[in-house]
């Protein structure tokens, strides 16, 4: 089983900055994929950015891409996201999540392992 949990969530003002981090535990695998999802109130959830966990290729919603840049730290079983420029748009909780699969999805449903989830809240 893996276990996710994120952290570095808060409260910015819009133009700012905020980096989420998501540490892994339990059992991994190199072909993983690794994505980040959000959720506002009242809405869906909604793909944000993935990447693979051996190669590093990426792929981000256009809603984020240019602002948002998603990583990993292999040895620390670690993955980040990066995120500039935050719009009020942007608040949402935030959750990473985990696919054993090797290709990447934008599909919620594609992900195995999911954590709690960090609140992100951007001001104007």
């Known amino acids: 089983q893996v276990q996710l949990v994120e952290s570095g969530g808060g409260l910015v003002q819009a133009g700012g900055s905020l980096r989420l981090s998501c540490a892994a535990s339990?059992?991994?695998?190199?072909?993983?994929?690794m994505g980040w999802f959000r959720q506002a109130p009242g809405k869906e959830r909604e793909f944000v950015a993935a990447?693979?966990?051996?190669?590093?290729?990426?792929y981000y919603a256009d809603s984020v891409k240019g602002r948002f840049t998603v990583s990993r730290d292999n040895a620390k079983s670690t993955l980040y996201l990066e995120m500039n420029s935050l719009k009020p748009e942007d608040t949402a909780v935030y959750y990473c999540a985990a696919d054993r699969r090797a290709i990447i999805s934008i599909q919620s449903h594609s992900y195995d392992y999911w954590g709690q989830g960090t609140q992100v809240t951007v001001s104007s």
């Open positions: 990447i693979t966990w051996s190669g590093g290729r990426t």
């Open positions: 339990g059992r991994t695998f190199s072909n993983y994929v």
